[in-house]
């Protein structure tokens, strides 16, 4: 069975920062795109962050660019997000994402396997 399990959510102030991961078991992911995206309350889920297998290439929504890093560890099987100078409205229930498929869009819905996700709350 194929688990994405996300860690490292909580409460934050405006201005601060916080780290989410998510460890995947029962296959490798070190040859797929693995993503973030976030649901914030009464909306739609959205893109966040993809990186490439190699993590040599990153792509980021105009919301958090410049403020969250998205980084890898194949080794251990990891994503992570790194976000810094969070914001009220980044206030919402963060997911990863692994594996694309050939005709899937890096920023959409396409991705074949999703964790429960974590809450992240920035209180303002």
């Known amino acids: 069975q194929v688990l994405l399990v996300e860690s490292g959510g909580g409460l934050v102030q405006a201005g601060g920062s916080l780290s989410v991961s998510c460890a995947a078991s029962g296959r490798t992911f070190s040859r797929d795109v693995m993503g973030w995206f976030r649901r914030a309350p009464g909306n739609e889920r959205e893109f966040v962050a993809a990186?490439?297998?190699?993590?040599?290439?990153?792509v980021y929504s105009d919301s958090v660019k410049g403020r969250f890093t998205i980084s890898r560890d194949n080794a251990k099987n990891t994503v992570s997000l790194q976000m810094n100078s969070l914001k009220p409205e980044d206030t919402a229930v963060y997911y990863c994402?692994?594996?694309?498929?050939?005709?899937?869009?890096?920023?959409?819905?396409?991705?074949?396997?999703w964790g429960q996700g974590t809450q992240v709350t920035v209180s303002s």
């Open positions: 994402a692994a594996e694309l498929p050939p005709y899937g869009s890096l920023t959409s819905d396409d991705y074949t396997y």
């Open positions: 990186i490439s297998w190699r993590g040599d290439s990153t």
